[in-house]
Each structure stands twice: as structure tokens, then as C-alpha cells.
């Protein structure tokens, strides 16, 4: 199986942006596509962006789009979420899922994951 492991959350301002990495354990990374989705406070688990195997396609949740970009460093598997212009409502806690697959698609739902992250907690805060 795949083990993944998040890290670079922080309590960031409006506007500050930072870096969130995943780290996968579990070979081939390249057949595996990857997502990251967040959990704000009080409410249910979302997607926030996701990557094909070999970055073939991009996916991204209309709130984040022009903020933020996925991408992935297969031969070093690891999984990257660069945010941007960071606002209150992004505060969550944000995890790294990965399904594996032998396609090139995208998909949204929780339910297509099979393999996840403990999460790293963003706190956008004045």
C-alpha cells in the first residue's frame, strides 16, 4: 500500500502563501494519481485539486483556482500544494489522497481514494 505523509501547515495571514508537501512511500509512485482535499472547521472533507499519475491533467475546485497549483516529483514521491493569496476561508486541515490507477483522469469524490494522509492544519488568521 501507499503511505503518505503531509507537512508544511502553518498560521499564515491573508494573503501569505506557503508550500504543503506530501510524502508517498510505496512504489510505483507513477501509477498512482493524487489529490489534496481539506476539511475546514465543522464541515465535511472537500477536494481542493488533483493530478494524474504523470501530470497529465490538473483539476482544481472553483474557490482556489488562479491561488493555487498541484504538482508532483515522481521520482522524488512527493506531492506539492503551493498556495497563494491565502483568505479566512481556506483555513482547514488539508489532506493528501492518492488512488491507483491505470487511466488518466481526474476525479473528485472521497470515495475514489483509497489511500490517505493524517493531514497538516492551514489556520488563515488576522
Known amino acids: 500500500q501507499v503511505h503518505l505523509v503531509e507537512s508544511g501547515g502553518r498560521l499564515v495571514q491573508p494573503g501569505d502563501s506557503l508550500t504543503l508537501s506530501c510524502a508517498a512511500a510505496g512504489l510505483p509512485f507513477s501509477d498512482y494519481g493524487v489529490a489534496w482535499f481539506r476539511q475546514p472547521p465543522g464541515k465535511e472533507r472537500e477536494f481542493v485539486a488533483g493530478?494524474?499519475?504523470?501530470?497529465?491533467?490538473?483539476e482544481y475546485t472553483d474557490s482556489v483556482k488562479g491561488r493555487f497549483t498541484i504538482s508532483r516529483e515522481n521520482a522524488q514521491n512527493m506531492v506539492y500544494l503551493h498556495v497563494n493569496s491565502l483568505k479566512l476561508e481556506d483555513t482547514a486541515v488539508y489532506y493528501c489522497?492518492?488512488?491507483?490507477?491505470?487511466?488518466?483522469?481526474?476525479?473528485?469524490?472521497?470515495?475514489?481514494?483509497?489511500?490517505w494522509g493524517q493531514g497538516t492544519q492551514v489556520t488563515v488568521s488576522t
Open positions: 493530478l494524474t499519475k504523470n501530470g497529465e491533467e490538473k
Open positions: 489522497a492518492a488512488r491507483q490507477t491505470s487511466g488518466s483522469l481526474v476525479f473528485r469524490g472521497t470515495i475514489y481514494y483509497n489511500y
